[in-house]
């Protein structure tokens, strides 16, 4: 309980002495006051101090030149020659190309056609009857594997190549199976 009061009593003070600094800033303004036959000025800036100043030199500098302009004034200055007009740029016009000399193109005469000989039948080349090397003898009868069973695998891919539907199956195991389209060698 006593920190709540301290908070509430430092809070207070603060707030004290802040209207206390606020009022002694704001107080000089508020006792200048214009009396009652003159009318209220607002204080002045830099910029209207500095404008009041322009305006000041620009009448002393008015009324220096005014003496000068009292003398007699002499005749009118003589009117300016009027310049001759610029010529103005005109864009060149185009040359068309001259026309191209016709030329006698000769005609050319045409021939009739010669029949030309069928070409020779092409050689046909037989090669000789391979021969063949002379058959090993059997092996001998003796204790091995009797019959060896193909894979189930192996079955059904037989299966698989003498059905219609086969070339329709490669083609999409290849699709999906294979590489992309973009990475095939044409």
Do not use: Y
Not at 92 to 119: C, G, H, I, M, T
Not at 123 to 147: M, N, Q, S, W, Y
């Amino acid at each position: 309980m006593q920190w709540e009061i301290l908070v509430f009593v430092i809070v207070a003070a603060v707030f004290i002495l802040i209207n206390i600094f606020r009022s002694g800033d704001e107080a000089p303004q508020n006792r200048r006051r214009p009396p009652l036959g003159e009318p209220a000025r607002r204080p002045r800036n830099d910029l209207e101090r500095f404008l009041e100043e322009i305006r000041r030199q620009k009448q002393a500098a008015a009324e220096e030149a005014q003496p000068v302009l009292e003398e007699e004034p002499t005749a009118a200055p003589p009117p300016r020659p009027v310049p001759p007009p610029r010529p103005q740029w005109v864009p060149p016009r185009p040359v068309p190309p001259p026309p191209r000399p016709l030329r006698d193109e000769p005609v050319l005469d045409v021939l009739p056609a010669v029949p030309v000989p069928p070409p020779p039948p092409p050689v046909v080349f037989t090669p000789p009857p391979p021969v063949l090397p002379p058959k090993a003898p059997p092996p001998p009868p003796g204790p091995g594997p009797a019959a060896v069973k193909p894979s189930p695998l192996l079955a059904d891919f037989r299966a698989l190549l003498r059905s219609p539907r086969a070339m329709q199956m490669a083609i999409l195991l290849q699709e999906v199976l294979g590489p992309p389209r973009c990475r095939r060698h044409r």
